[in-house]
Nanobody, 122 residues
Framework: QLQASGGGLVQAGDSLRLSCATA????????MGWFRQGPGKEREFVAA????????SYAGSVKGRFTISRDNTKNTVYLQMNSLKPEDTAVYYC?????????????????WGQGTLVTVSS
């Protein structure tokens, strides 16, 4: 139900834009989020956006570098990642929240995509 894309191998300082397409019935009226899981690490929150896009939140490690947005006419959420660092290397997952506003907790999300790998070389 969720298809993430846009990952790849980049150098430090580069940019990438991730996309996540969903079925309308899946994302309608629900927040969307991005999470990531680095090698040997737990899955962690990256960013979230409310259903109407009027509220966003970010992990401290990405604030000022990453921007989450959504286009409800396309049922798609995006993650623009700038000034990438090697520590951003991870599999990135998009997720559909359980309500119009979902926080940073994994439990706040009900549907998950398959993930897209982002590798940042130094």
């Amino acid at each position: 139900q969720l298809q993430a894309s846009g990952g790849g191998l980049v150098q430090a300082g580069d940019s990438l834009r991730l996309s996540c397409a969903t079925a309308k019935r899946t994302s309608s009226n629900n927040a969307m989020g991005w999470f990531r899981q680095g090698p040997g690490k737990e899955r962690e929150f990256v960013a979230a956006i409310s259903w109407r896009g009027d509220s966003t939140s970010y992990a401290g490690s990405v604030k000022g570098r990453f921007t989450i947005s959504r286009d409800n006419t396309k049922n798609t959420v995006y993650l623009q990642m700038n000034s990438l660092k090697p520590e951003d290397t991870a599999v990135y997952y998009c997720a559909v929240g359980r309500s119009a506003y979902s926080g940073s907790s994994l439990e706040g999300y009900r549907y998950w995509g398959q993930g897209t790998l982002v590798t940042v070389s130094s």
